[in-house]
């Protein structure tokens, strides 16, 4: 593919990634699509990351490196990724992941040839740290079902999704610092009101995670989950269903 093709921003936060760091830029590298910008942040590793990145960045110059003068948090590194980013579309990743060749080439063609989608995610395979299969995603592939229940790790993996900038406004992509644990969700709901969602069938993502953490996560955190439901409805123009949206607690 050559450069008349929209470009890719693949945005990687990094930090202490040794063991997966990697596989999972190369499984970027390897992208059967390849018109593409991988920006790596690292947020102030403390043990081989950066020198693996500046590894890799010498063999494919498609990787641009830079690294935090301090340990900023995921919401600040995300957000210098951002201001960063060239592409028509962006992707993200999380290091201790890798995709399937073909993940961004169709996941573009999905949104190219659905100019009403914001986002597109895909399934997920759920591997532990050997990469030994765990478990496998069942996200909702239709707007309606997802938008129901926005919840990171719920209905979308943000790991998997590409978004369309061209059905932004300047500056929507700005993550809250103060939305953690659900800064994938907050951003979730941020981008309803621009878009449609979607998740495609296949199965281009693997995620090195337990999928019942998720669960256990929301139930933890339930006075931070009110919180993020309050905010999408006083700042986003976007009010989920109560019943909906707290309903991953009422089944676990």
Same mark, same amino acid.
């Given at each position: !593919? #050559?450069?008349? @093709? /929209? +470009?890719?921003?693949?945005? &990687?936060?990094?930090?202490? *990634?040794?063991?997966?760091?990697? $596989?999972?830029?190369?499984? +970027?590298?390897?992208?059967?699509? @390849?018109?593409? $910008? ?5 947020? @102030?590793?403390?043990?081989? *990351?950066?020198?693996? &990145? ?23 590194? +995300? ?9 028509? =579309?962006?992707?993200? !990743? ?15 063609? =999905?949104?190219?040839?659905? /100019? ?14 050997? #990469? ?8 909702p592939t239709e707007?309606?079902?997802?938008? $129901?229940?926005? &919840? ?9 999704? &590409?978004?369309?900038?061209?059905m932004l406004p ?9 939305? #953690? ?7 979730f709901m941020k981008? !309803? ?12 993502? =693997?995620?090195? #995670?337990? /999928?019942?953490?998720?669960? *256990? ?36």
């Amino acid at each position: !593919m #050559n450069n008349q @093709k /929209p +470009l890719i921003s693949i945005l &990687l936060p990094v930090h202490n *990634s040794t063991e997966t760091l990697k $596989e999972c830029v190369l499984s +970027l590298l390897n992208q059967t699509y @390849k018109n593409i $910008e991988i920006i790596a942040i690292d947020d @102030k590793s403390s043990d081989k *990351s950066s020198s693996i &990145l500046n590894a890799l960045r010498k063999n494919d110059k498609r990787l641009r490196v830079y690294k935090n003068v301090k340990r900023y948090g995921l919401a600040v590194t +995300l957000n210098r990724l951002v201001k960063k980013a060239k592409g028509t =579309f962006i992707a993200f !990743m999380d290091t201790d992941d890798f995709s399937s060749p073909n993940r961004l080439k169709k996941q573009l063609k =999905f949104l190219l040839n659905n /100019p009403s989608v914001v986002a597109v995610g895909s399934q997920c395979t759920f591997i532990d740290e050997k #990469n030994k299969k765990i478990g496998r995603s069942d996200f909702p592939t239709e707007n309606t079902l997802i938008s $129901e229940n926005p &919840l990171h790790g719920i209905s979308m993996q943000f790991e998997t999704v &590409l978004i369309s900038k061209t059905m932004l406004p300047k500056d929507v992509l700005r993550f809250h610092t103060g939305s #953690n644990p659900f800064i994938y969700s907050d951003m979730f709901m941020k981008l !309803m009101p621009y878009g449609k969602f979607a998740n495609l069938e296949d199965f281009l993502h =693997f995620h090195r #995670n337990d /999928p019942k953490i998720y669960l *256990s996560d929301i139930k933890r955190n339930i006075i931070s989950l009110a919180k993020l439901w309050i905010k999408s409805k006083a700042l986003y123009d976007y009010t989920p269903p109560i019943r909906s949206f707290f309903s991953p607690i009422i089944e676990f």
